[in-house]
């Protein structure tokens, strides 16, 4: 789906379907999740003008527009579930490998934040549970949070190439939206995707 592509009805049950039947986390627009609000906030209009209408055709419309709501809802819920499920896929494999895959390319700017999260947190219980018990040592989990803690305070100074949508980031403070040319001093994992995506660049 290009940048300038408009969201239709048509086009959700689209990516749905690649999403479904391709095994990869799909690439998708940077803007995805405003261009389906967008999309929603219309569709809820429409909906409004058809039931201020009194005619056996507007009765039809109406049921038409809200079964197409309820429809477009189930596309995203499954949508999401269905990437979620590949995002913690490819974070187990980071964990396990220390391995970036080629699919980062395709994490939304939202998604970013949830795929370092599950890689720190599978990273603390490798670490602090199975590689302890390797070392005949009793776990120690709060040792290597606060490590991971003391990493994410350290960020990289960005300048952005590319719109990015807002997003929240690992310390539940929003960050965005940002566009071309600005400024941003961001954790050093949303930083490296960001740059590897061509959305920014380190100054």
């Given at each position: 789906m290009s940048d300038d592509a408009i969201i239709t009805?048509?086009?959700?049950?689209?990516?749905?379907?690649?999403e479904k039947y391709k095994k990869e986390l799909q690439k998708i627009d940077s803007d995805f999740f405003p261009k389906v609000i967008k999309y929603l906030e219309e569709k809820k209009a429409i909906?409004?003008?058809?039931?201020?209408?009194?005619?056996?055709?507007?009765?039809q419309s109406v049921a038409k527009t809200k079964r197409q709501l309820e429809n477009t809802k189930m596309i995203l819920k499954e949508l999401y579930e269905r990437r979620e499920g590949k995002i913690i896929q490819m974070a187990l494999f980071n964990s396990r490998t220390n391995v970036d895959l080629q699919e980062t390319d395709s994490l939304l700017g939202e998604e970013?934040?949830?795929?370092?999260?599950?890689?720190?947190?599978?990273?603390?219980?490798?670490?602090?549970?199975?590689n302890s018990l390797l070392s005949a040592k009793i776990p120690q989990l709060k040792e290597f949070k606060s490590q991971i803690n003391n990493q994410e305070k350290i960020g990289k100074v960005l300048k952005f190439l590319h719109p990015v949508p807002q997003f929240i980031g690992d310390d539940m403070q929003i960050y965005g939206p940002f566009e071309p040319e600005d400024i941003?001093?961001?954790?050093?994992?949303?930083?490296?995707l960001?740059?590897?995506?061509?959305?920014?660049?380190?100054?």
């Amino acid at each position: 789906m290009s940048d300038d592509a408009i969201i239709t009805y048509e086009k959700l049950y689209e990516v749905l379907r690649l999403e479904k039947y391709k095994k990869e986390l799909q690439k998708i627009d940077s803007d995805f999740f405003p261009k389906v609000i967008k999309y929603l906030e219309e569709k809820k209009a429409i909906l409004q003008a058809q039931e201020s209408k009194d005619s056996v055709f507007a009765s039809q419309s109406v049921a038409k527009t809200k079964r197409q709501l309820e429809n477009t809802k189930m596309i995203l819920k499954e949508l999401y579930e269905r990437r979620e499920g590949k995002i913690i896929q490819m974070a187990l494999f980071n964990s396990r490998t220390n391995v970036d895959l080629q699919e980062t390319d395709s994490l939304l700017g939202e998604e970013v934040n949830f795929y370092n999260s599950l890689v720190d947190l599978f990273n603390i219980y490798r670490e602090g549970i199975l590689n302890s018990l390797l070392s005949a040592k009793i776990p120690q989990l709060k040792e290597f949070k606060s490590q991971i803690n003391n990493q994410e305070k350290i960020g990289k100074v960005l300048k952005f190439l590319h719109p990015v949508p807002q997003f929240i980031g690992d310390d539940m403070q929003i960050y965005g939206p940002f566009e071309p040319e600005d400024i941003a001093n961001l954790p050093v994992k949303v930083s490296e995707l960001l740059i590897k995506n061509n959305r920014a660049e380190e100054i």
